[in-house]
């Protein structure tokens, strides 16, 4: 059997684990980052993002590839919302949730009311069949593609999967709903084989994805350190410490020995989702912890010798000029060695999701226009935030960053660009789901 797998831009980890599963299976695996024509039977979509549903590349690749008499199967997180994947993609399946026990037998039977973890389509009707997650997380190596060296993913080639789940439950992200809240380590040898798998590939820099890295080996919510600081020494060893990265870590999972591992054995960066400088606001994003813990978090970081990155989200439907004023005052008092900064994005199955479609449309600051500074660009209100916030960023950065008008240019498209895409997903969810999207979901 003969299966492209399509990963928008990136060759996601997901991407590659399937693959390495299709082809241990004895299937012959293609990996491919660009839609185009499809010679292999099966087609499968690697949707890493709800915005993949709008992006017409590859709507118009899935529809040629069907005309063609392939076959088409969607997974990943956009796999959240199956209705939506199956209406605006037209594929034959959707495997629902964590792949691995549905990809096989679905590629080489097809659709079935035998297989677990896959939505498709019964006439009028859509049928979801509920995923059953793997039982351990030990599988063959992935597929990695040749020329795995020629990307980067924030300056890493890869991003190896350490662990799944999150003790967190921030209402914006699907971690916890897609994979769970209960941390679910794989063996270290596991990973570190892959590791020098990467390596032989062509892989420079590596790092560790897992939503918090630190939780890794973790259980009942108690950090275990010294299994995460074997983790960093074991890939240091392999790629070189100036290769390794571990950046995202929760404020509250940090102690001063991981601290010390990711300053020896990493390049030395941690990023923490700080998200608001409004308490009001990090309670309702359901962060589980406070600004004075994230401003701790900092100082903690640099004590230590490392280097800072925050990411911010802005125009929460509920964020107020009061709220969005104490981000930027954090921003301005902590002088981060980098920020991120996005527009609330409502990803299908998180809670936030259902806020917005319970939020009338003239409420949202998503759609609300911009009556302040920035007005003259006609941004809406989470736009124009989200460009005073990147603007505010660089200003206060440490080493001094000139503000051309090429960075302002850059900055006023990406705010404009991030509110085109998030309004577009916006309404789909609108569409699909109008106030209702899945009762579930909270
Ligand atoms: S801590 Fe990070 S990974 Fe966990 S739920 Fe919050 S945003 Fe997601």
Sequence with gaps: MNVRILSPDLYTYGAMLIGGILQDAG???????????????ILLLSLYSTQHLLD??????????????????AGGPASTAPEMVLGELGVDAVVVGEGENAIVPLVRQGVSAEIPGIAYRDGDRIVIQAPVPPANLRRPLPLIPDDIGSQSIRGANAYI??????????????????????????????????????????????????????LYCSHNGKLNPGAFIDLLSGMAEIMGSANVSAPDIRVDCITDEILDAIRKYTIGWVFFGIESGSDRIL??????????????????????????????????????????????????????????????????????????????????????????????????????????????????????????????????KEARKQGAEIRAVTDLLYRYYGSNLQPDCE
């Design 283 to 412: 309670s309702q994003m359901g962060k589980g912890v406070t600004v004075s813990q994230a401003r701790d978090a900092v100082e903690a970081c640099r004590s230590h010798g490392l280097k800072v990155a925050g990411s911010f989200i802005v125009g929460y439907p509920t964020e107020t000029d009061e709220d969005y004023a104490a981000s930027r005052e954090f921003i301005a008092e902590q002088c981060l060695d980098d920020v991120f900064v996005s527009i609330a994005e409502p990803i299908p199955g998180t809670p936030l999701a259902r806020l917005v479609l319970r939020t009338q449309r003239d409420e949202n600051p998503l759609f609300r226009p911009d009556k302040g500074e920035y007005r003259s660009f006609g941004l809406s209100i989470a736009e124009a935030r989200c460009f005073g916030m990147m603007m505010d960023a660089d200003m206060y950065k440490p080493r001094l960053h000139v503000i051309t008008d090429q960075v302002f240019d850059l900055y006023l």
């Design 161 to 214: 999967e350490s662990h799944r789940g999150c003790l967190g439950g921030c209402t914006f992200c699907q971690v916890p709903r897609f994979f769970g809240r209960e941390i679910r380590s794989r063996e270290i040898g596991e990973v570190l084989r892959e590791v020098r798998a990467f390596r032989e590939k062509g892989a420079r820099r590596i790092s560790i994805s897992g939503g918090t890295g630190s």
């Design 56 to 73: 017409r590349r590859i709507r118009d690749c899935v529809k040629q590839h069907r005309e063609n008499g392939g076959l088409c199967y």
């Design 27 to 41: 299937m012959e695996v293609t990996l491919a980052r660009s839609a185009g024509p499809c010679e292999e039977k």
